[in-house]
Structures are given as C-alpha cells and as structure tokens.
C-alpha cells in the first residue's frame, strides 16, 4: 500500500493551500491518520491529527488556522492550510495507521516565501 501526497507548492504568507493524501488500494480498519512535517535539521513534527472516534489534535502552531479532514467513500485525508507564514514551509507527509501497521506517503513540499 502507498500514499500518495499531493497538493504542495509556492505560496505568499497569508495564502493557503490544501493537501491531499490517497491510499493506493482501499484501507479499512484505519485507527489514525495524521500530517506530520519535517524541516532540514529538525525532526519530523506533528501537524495533525484525527483518530478512528473522530477526535482531532492540532500542533499548537497551526490551530485555528489548519483543519484535517477526511473522506470516507475515498478514502482520502486532507490537510486545509490557511493563513500560511514562513514557519509552516516544510515537507509535509501524510501518515495511516491501520492495526500495527504504520502507513507513510512520499512528501509534498510546501514553500511560503514572498
């Protein structure tokens, strides 16, 4: 199974973006999905996330400003991004967990410059 993330880019401070992640093949029994980002020379970090119970949990950086979503029929979770700054510029992986298996997509760069 992979992940397949998408939905990065350039973008000005203040602007949004809106990411996307895919399965490959049809995951059922899906306990976490999540975003997590990663900048050279730090560890990769969690943006968000949202359990099997439809519970959410924010970086405190990015609340009020990111919203994690998902769609059932697809599949597919997503990450709205809005009100972007500097800070949020990284690469933004996708994640799934599904029993004890841990699900990683490749990466979408986002870049926030003027």
């Known amino acids: 199974v992979q992940l397949q993330a998408s939905g990065g880019g350039l973008v000005q401070p203040g602007g949004s973006l809106r990411l996307s992640c895919v399965p490959s093949?049809?995951?059922?029994?899906?306990?976490?999905r999540a975003w997590y980002r990663q900048v050279p020379g730090r560890e990769r970090e969690l943006v968000a996330k949202?359990?099997?119970?439809?519970?959410?949990t924010y970086a405190e950086s990015v609340q009020g400003r990111f919203t994690i979503s998902r769609n059932v029929a697809t599949n597919t979770h997503y990450l709205q991004m809005n009100d972007l700054t500097v800070e949020d510029s990284g690469v933004y992986y996708c994640?799934?967990?599904?029993?004890?298996?841990?699900?990683w997509g490749q990466g979408t760069l986002v870049t926030v410059s003027s």
């Open positions: 994640f799934v967990r599904r029993g004890t298996v841990n699900y």
């Open positions: 093949q049809r995951l059922s029994g899906i306990s976490n």
């Open positions: 949202m359990i099997v119970n439809g519970d959410i």
